[in-house]
């Protein structure tokens, strides 16, 4: 099966400008995790979705950052505006009732 | 408060010796236990879990994990390690009714020719 896809892989940016990260997660699997990993940190979650719906975003700073699961496939996280702190790997993962989740690779995000 | 730790931050291991990887946790109730690892560039690639039944679960590439409820721990073994296995480990805990994992800050394995 097709694992997790996410893109892009790189992004730089520079502070207050706004950034977007795509996650297609694997087919029928209902819920679908956004991840910010900090360098030499553990993966934290930002947010947790049930098909369409919000199960999780208590981690999510909601002045900055935004998320969505339109149709209960794909997601989107954004950023507005980005601050330095902000330089992390964000990953995506999916899965399907108790089984475990499935990684993507991650998008890499820079800030200058 | 609910917490992952792994005490060992990084660990160096000759091609061919046996690695232990710690992991003790804090948790309401017995939760999902998982070992994952990290290549650079990598996402998470799972190694193995624990549901529930046996305490000794097997995984891939050779890697095996026990489950110690008295010690809170789920430690991950490996008897002869390969200069493939370098990478970073992260252990987590799953909770059974929400699927939220809580992970640890990841050890780091160098392993030496």
């Known amino acids: 099966e097709a694992g997790v896809a996410q893109s892009p892989r790189y992004k730089i940016i520079e502070k207050r400008q706004s950034v977007a990260f795509w996650c297609n997660p694997i087919s029928g699997h209902a819920t679908l995790y956004w991840y910010q990993q900090i360098l030499g940190q553990g993966p934290k979650l930002l947010i947790q979705f049930q098909n369409n719906g919000v199960v999780d975003d208590s981690q999510l700073p909601k002045d900055r950052f935004s998320a969505e699961r339109l149709k209960g496939v794909d997601s989107t996280l954004k950023i507005q505006p980005a601050k330095l702190e902000d330089s992390a790997v964000y990953l995506c993962?999916?899965?399907?009732?108790?089984?475990?989740?499935?990684f993507g690779d991650g998008t890499r995000l820079s800030i200058l | 408060a609910q917490s992952v730790t792994q005490p060992d931050i990084h660990i160096t291991v000759s091609e061919g010796a046996s690695l232990e990887l710690r992991c003790n946790y804090s948790y309401g109730a017995t939760p999902y236990l998982f070992w994952y690892v990290q290549s650079p560039g990598q996402g998470l690639q799972l190694l193995l879990k624990y549901f529930s039944g046996d305490t000794l679960v097997q995984g891939i590439k050779g890697f095996e994990a026990e489950f110690k409820r008295s010690q809170s721990s789920f430690n991950l073994r490996k008897p002869s390690v390969h200069w493939s296995d370098a990478a970073e480990y992260f252990c987590a805990v799953g909770d059974r009714g929400t699927y939220k994992y809580i992970f640890g800050t990841g050890t780091r394995l160098k392993v030496l020719a």
């Open positions: 993962a999916s899965s399907s009732g108790q089984s475990p989740q499935h």
